[in-house]
């Protein structure tokens, strides 16, 4: 996975609340059998036209937002479904910073595992930012990872939470499939204690590799 | 040692490493899988050399992007059969056990957990879809998750968790006739809102839960992660026992004895503290309908739309005016007037037996209007839809002018061929009215199985409790 350390961007705004990853990523592109390209259906109802024609009315669409890597939006963001395809579309979209009030579980989780970094900042902290995005065109915030810093080029600087174990991961962008490995020994005494294969006492229609054997 | 609740003793009876500063290595008992979420997993451990490590503990099940007619015939869509080939592939390669769209067990997953018994008390339980929630209902701790985390269970049989804080939701009062779970979750939602429970394990509890079915359990757990907890759980007891037993995968005799004394010690000690405290009476509530695009914009069936203007918060506001012109929706319409077009009863929220058979005890010797162009009962697994055929279920309903469908996700996802169309508006038991949910630009109410069959019924919203059906369960 890509590190994180510091990112310099450009702001887009998305100025709605409990926004779902149905929206993010519609249905009919959960049935790609891939983790790439998923950028170009992002926010896919609300952002084209019949015909895929980019809709003037939808806020990322404005030029003066074109390119933005960084995208506050409000409370919420990510609630629904569990598709990672959803992070995976933000991501590929470009963005690398999310900033809002409140994140849903599932969704700020599976951010960390796509080098996407959540921000969760208090209510009247997103409104001034939100006041600065449209206020100042080609509006800019500089995000350091390590020192947990939020700049702009107006002398605003804020500072966010994170937990320090997402954040060593997130610095050095660490696969947490091999960290967890390293505890192998410990997974497989727990095992030898903790019995729980479920026993079949009825025929089930199931495929298994025992009934492919017969 | 301390009281603890039921959260924290499955945490702890799961807990394989925990180090200060760092997540705990948590223990996973099943790992519920279908076709819509694992491909790229399976794509990625693969990529990395490694292997399933427990395809025992591994279930795989065909239900998203299943068609719920004729599945004899092949496959059109490229993108779903690649799907299902990609499953099978997976499966076949790993070890890992499948119910594939032929099989007699097959069905929406979290439908079917629970039916064989895989589901049990006490274990932790994750699925790539945020609806795992449906199986703490037996006492489990189950919860949903994303791809990449489904690839970390099937490589290590463990995942690294944060501790959830703990909401308690009392449920107190009787439960009024006509008024079913589904309409308690989502007075719930409405009560502490979509994002009420986000960081939170819900257990609920007292006489308006503990009296419901097994059924109605999971419709409540089932919602839970709309509250935004990605847990919901209920203490095993009697009603939960006599479910489990004798189920495919539930031990017998002596077994379930043993099994069931240990059962017992879960729920959570008396005095045990939680993070959040919630009640809600029922004892007066009515039958509830969604009238915007969050499952917490929720009225009675005797109310109105709201007035946007009637928020405080200004983005709650400005929400609810989103909300409304999605939905082509004037406040103060009442919700008995709504005018419907499609009818589904279906989905992991209200596809069990219970829910059919209290469906068609409404539908029985009635017509459905003919303002309704479509109206679609799916059962959640091939199990239920068995049953209801033995029962004559599907005679009634076909009789009122329904469609009688094969088991499946269906209308609640729109991810097969049953799409609500755009511009058109739908009574629906699932659980999700987001924007474009069951179809681009369709509009989605959310009710009971009850509500829905007397809205395809009467062609709008009525008030069940005027109908002077039985409704015994
Ligand atoms: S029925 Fe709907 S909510 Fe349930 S698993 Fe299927 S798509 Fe998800």
Known sequence: MQPFRRHTGLVAPLDRVNVDTDQMIPKQFCKLLTREGYGKFLFYDWRYLPGERPNPAFELNQPRYQGASILLTRANFGCGSSREHAPWGVADYGFRVLIAPSFADIFYNNCFKNGLLPITLPDEQVDELFRRTYAHPGYQLTVDLEAQTLSDDFDLTLTFPIDPFRKYCLLNGLDDIGLTLQHEDKIRAFEEKHQVTPVQYDDVDMWSPERAAD | ?473
């Open chain 2, 1 to 473: 040692m301390s009281k603890q609740t039921m959260y924290e003793k499955i945490w702890n009876a799961h807990l394989v490493h925990q180090e200060d500063g760092k997540p705990a290595l948590i223990y996973i008992d099943r790992h519920l899988i279908h076709e819509g979420t694992s491909p790229q997993a399976f794509a990625g451990l693969r990529a990395a050399g490694r292997r399933v490590r427990r395809p025992d503990l591994t279930f795989a099940v065909m239900d998203h992007s299943v068609s719920t007619k004729d599945r004899t015939l092949p496959v059109l869509d490229d993108n779903a059969r690649a799907q299902f080939e990609a499953l099978w592939r997976n499966c076949r390669e790993t070890g890992v056990r499948l119910f594939d769209m032929h099989s007699r067990h097959q069905g929406i997953v979290h439908i079917i957990g629970p039916e064989l018994g895989l589901t049990q008390p006490g274990l932790t339980i994750v699925c790539g879809d945020s609806h795992t929630s449906t199986h703490g209902a037996f006492g489990a701790l189950a919860f949903g998750i994303g791809t990449s985390e489904i690839e970390h269970v099937l490589a290590t049989q463990t995942l690294p968790q944060f501790k959830s804080k703990t909401m308690l939701i009392r449920v107190t009062g009787r439960r009024p006739p006509g008024v079913t779970a589904k309409d308690i979750i989502l007075a719930i939602i409405g009560k502490i809102g979509v994002a009420g429970g986000t960081g939170h394990v819900i257990e609920y509890a007292g006489e308006g839960v503990t009296a419901l079915s097994m059924e109605g359990r999971m419709t409540v757990c089932n919602m839970s992660i709309e509250a935004g907890a990605r847990a919901g759980m209920i203490a095993p007891d009697d009603t939960t026992f006599a479910w489990m037993e004798g189920r495919p995968f539930v031990p017998r005799g002596k077994d379930f004895q043993v099994a069931v004394e240990s059962w017992k010690t879960l729920p959570s000690d008396p005095g045990a503290r939680y993070d959040t405290v919630v009640e809600l009476d029922i004892s007066q509530l009515a039958p509830q309908v969604t009238w915007g695009t969050t499952p917490g914009m929720v009225a009675d069936v005797t109310g109105v739309v709201p007035d946007p203007a009637s928020f405080a918060d200004p983005i709650e506001r400005r929400a609810a005016e989103r909300a409304l012109e999605y939905m082509a929706l004037a406040p103060g319409t009442p919700i008995t007037s709504i005018p419907l077009d499609r009818v589904f009863i279906g989905s992991c929220t209200n596809s069990r037996l219970e829910d059919l058979r209290m469906a068609a005890q409404v539908v029985e010797g009635r017509r459905v209007s003919p303002r309704i162009k479509q109206a679609l009962v799916v059962p959640g697994s091939r199990l239920v839809k068995a049953q209801a055929e033995k029962e004559g279920l599907d005679r009634i309903f076909k009789a009122a002018g329904f469609e009688w469908r094969d088991a499946g996700c269906s209308m609640c996802i729109g991810m097969n061929d049953d799409v609500l169309p755009a511009g058109e508006r739908c009574a629906s038991t699932s659980n999700r009215n987001f924007e474009g949910r069951q179809g681009k630009g369709g509009r989605t109410h959310l009710v009971s199985p009850i509500m829905a069959a007397a809205a395809a019924i009467a062609g709008h919203f009525v008030d069940i409790r005027g109908w002077g059906v039985g409704l015994v369960e």
